[in-house]
């Protein structure tokens, strides 16, 4: 079967499809979009309103969003299970849970941080801390993700002070054994792939440090560039967990 990838290379959603895919042991090509332009790209080739990556093209069939190109490929390959028999059912919830009320948290607080610290916008692309004109440069594109995701200051403190419980949720998720086993899921690459990339804002430490999110996070991710330094966010918007 011919397997087509269709990725932004800052994207988790994207890190967890490529996890799944290397996990189930698939070849595949990866066509790397550009930031803006995917857009049009994405929505000519997967259809009207589908404009954000993950995408796999599957045979000629387009499937697009990370927790469908997981089922997909759960399809084309049940071994090894994403979904163990077991534990299918809830694999599943935890999944769309990861999907629907975490997710966004990896784009929303990470810009965020970023807001208050623009030159360590560098550290994600591997370069360091940014000089004067490339801050400048960082400024623009943060300030355009903002508006893209809808970010604003009042958002982001309700979204720090909300992250203490889906810590939690993550602890009962393990703890049931739906993450954190020998293999992963499908729930521990679509959890794993946002606590992942919340854990390069400092701020954050304080949260996910020694949880089992950070756990599954490095476990099947070990390698994620960038850092927020801790203080960016305002001291009054974080709380002790």
Not at 145 to 174: C, M, N, Q
Request: a negative charge; charged letters at 25%.
């Amino acid at each position: 079967m011919k397997l087509t990838f269709h990725k932004l290379p800052p994207s988790h959603p994207c890190m967890t499809v490529e996890a799944a895919l290397h996990h189930k042991g698939l070849e595949f090509e990866t066509v790397t979009l550009q930031p803006g332009a995917h857009n049009a790209e994405m929505e000519k080739i997967y259809g009207e309103g589908k404009t954000t990556v993950p995408g796999l093209v599957a045979d000629g069939e387009p499937v697009h969003g990370s927790v469908a190109i997981l089922a997909k490929l759960e399809e084309i390959a049940p071994d090894p299970p994403l979904y163990p028999d077991a534990i299918a059912a809830k694999v599943s919830e935890a999944e769309a849970w990861g999907d629907r009320e975490l997710q966004d948290l990896g784009r929303r607080l990470t810009f965020g941080a970023l807001h208050f610290r623009p030159e360590s916008f560098g550290s994600f692309g591997g370069v360091g801390e940014l000089d004067p004109p490339g801050t400048d440069f960082a400024m623009k594109y943060i300030r355009q993700s903002w508006r893209y995701h809808g970010i604003t200051a009042e958002r982001l403190a309700d979204d720090l002070r909300g992250l203490p419980e889906k810590v939690e949720r993550i602890e009962a998720f393990a703890a049931d054994g739906i993450v954190a086993g020998e293999a992963p899921t499908a729930a521990d690459l679509q959890i794993g792939a946002t606590i992942r990339v919340l854990l390069t804002v400092g701020d954050l430490d304080a949260y996910l440090i020694g949880t089992a999110g950070e756990s599954i996070a490095r476990r099947w991710f070990p390698d994620y560039p960038g850092r927020v330094p801790t203080g960016a966010y305002p001291a009054s918007w974080t709380v002790s967990p």
